[in-house]
């Protein structure tokens, strides 16, 4: 049974984050209509808000997708490639995985580019496969499933001159790391509100390149995803002509978190965040957590995956911690049983709630 009493759940997990307070507020705002010309001067200021996020230039495309980070890495695939074309995905997680899986089911010939669990891509390995029949490689900035961070300016580096358009996973990224769309070259670019921004889930911010247009322009066939064709989206968003209901509660919400977001300056969020892992590292260290990720280099600071203690029981300690109202999450297909992965996006990435974590570790195992 639901019970309505997790007001003080203290949410530790890589996702989704809890909500920022100014977020929460905004929910409750008297709903107004989707074609409202409030609702158009509040999607403009989200589209500028994510320039600046997403390190996009002045004239670049920003928008919501109405769903969630899934769906803004499926979009990217619907519109900027055709059935038949090559696309090289960098796959060292599950989620480089599903962006091979869904690649593949929009017909692109997928090649693999991968790394043992753990570690980032070698840039090397791309530049191997890289070739002019190329039309995308795509790859995870953070990949959630191992706690990696992956070197997307290298990567970026080596696709710039290639003729191939470049999409970024920024999901567990993008409000909290460095991103630079423009000065990397990234042509493609999607994250969650759930992640980084502490924003309720079901919006899938994107940010797409004059050189993706140009690309999604060419196409010989429509795009098959139509709730995401990316002239839809400029229907709604530059045009103000409907296109669907967008869910305007959610983009008040948004716009609140991305607002306090960039009020508290990216720099200082990156500094946050990478603080906090290291206290956090370093007190659950005489516990007998490790760093998963071998390569300090390689480690995404938002989510910090650590190895668990031998013996340590892994169901029977999460279980109970849930009982006291903090949720952590454990790791994912091959290292369930072997890592845990704490959220440090937005508002996880707090002194008060990590507080809460170690004296109930204490507590249970001391
Ligand atoms: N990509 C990465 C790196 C993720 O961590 C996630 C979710 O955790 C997704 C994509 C999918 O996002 P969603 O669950 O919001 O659809």
């Known amino acids: 049974m639901f019970e309505d009493t997790h007001d003080e759940h203290v949410l530790l997990t890589p996702g989704p984050t809890p909500i920022h307070p100014r977020a929460q507020r905004a929910l409750i705002r008297g709903m107004l209509g989707h074609m409202d010309p409030e609702v158009f001067a509040l999607n403009r200021e989200i589209q500028q808000d994510l320039r600046v996020m997403y390190g996009t230039g002045p004239e670049a495309f920003t928008a919501l997708l109405s769903g969630t980070g899934s769906l803004g890495m499926e979009a990217g695939f619907a519109n900027l490639l055709e059935a038949g074309d090559e696309v090289l995905v960098c796959a060292n997680g ?60 290298d990567i970026a580096r080596l696709v710039r001159g290639s003729g191939a358009l470049l999409t970024v996973d920024a999901v567990t990224t993008a409000g909290m790391e460095p991103f630079f769309m423009q000065g990397w070259g990234v042509d493609y670019a999607y994250t969650g509100a759930q992640k980084c921004l502490s924003a309720p889930p079901g919006l899938a911010p994107v940010a797409i390149s004059e050189r993706a247009f140009t690309r999604f322009a060419a196409r010989r066939t429509p795009t098959p995803l139509w709730y995401c064709d990316f002239d839809g989206l400029r ?97 994912l297909g091959p290292t369930a049983g072997v890592i845990w992965r704490l959220g440090l996006m937005g508002e996880a990435a707090r002194p008060a709630p990590y507080r809460q974590l170690m004296v109930a570790l204490e507590d249970l195992l001391g």
């Not at 091979?100 to 840039?123: C, S, W």
């Not at 795509?138 to 992956?150: C, D, I, K, M, P």
């Not at 959610?250 to 720099?267: K, V």
């Open 94 to 153: 599950s989620f480089g995985q599903r962006m091979a899986e869904m690649a593949a089911r929009y017909g692109a010939r997928v090649r693999l580019v991968t790394a043992p669990l753990g570690e980032a891509i070698n840039p090397a390995d791309v530049a191997a496969q890289l070739s002019e029949r190329v039309a995308m490689v795509a790859v995870v900035h953070g990949e959630t499933s191992t706690g990696v961070l992956n070197p997307v300016p």
């Open 235 to 331: 229907d709604y968003w530059t045009d103000h002509t409907y296109h669907h209901t967008v869910p305007v509660n959610l983009h008040f919400a948004f716009h609140a978190a991305l607002r306090a977001a960039l009020e508290e300056g990216l720099e200082r969020r990156q500094d946050r965040v990478r603080r906090m892992g290291e206290v956090i590292e370093r007190t659950l260290a005489p516990l007998g957590f490790s760093p998963y990720v071998r390569r300090a280099e390689d480690r995404l600071p938002t989510v910090l995956a650590l190895r668990l203690p031998e013996g340590f029981d892994d169901a029977g300690v999460r279980q109970a911690l849930r009982g006291r109202e903090i949720s952590v999450t454990g790791g």
